[in-house]
């Protein structure tokens, strides 16, 4: 969802048309964890984990996969 010009000027709004190279440096300033973003691999691991058996006493939870966004933000 934000692989797209119009995000990278939010980054880089002296260029004209920044591309993801012109905005890695910013973009991996901001996550509190190494990387640009969530990869959908990330996400299929988590719900991998759920789905077994050493999940198996996991219920009514919610698990973030996000970066350390949700502790980050609750600081």
């Known amino acids: 969802m ?3 010009e119009a995000s990278f000027r939010h980054f880089a709004p002296d260029l004209e ?3 993801l190279d012109d905005v890695r440096p910013a973009l991996e300033a901001i996550n509190p964890m190494p990387g640009l973003w969530v990869e959908p691999q990330d996400v299929a691991d988590a719900v ?3 789905l077994s058996d050493e999940a198996r006493y996991i219920s009514g939870e919610t698990l973030g996969v996000s970066m350390g966004w949700t502790a980050h933000n609750a600081a």
């Open 48 to 50: 991998a984990f759920l």
């Open 17 to 19: 048309h920044p591309t």
């Open 2 to 4: 934000i692989r797209n």
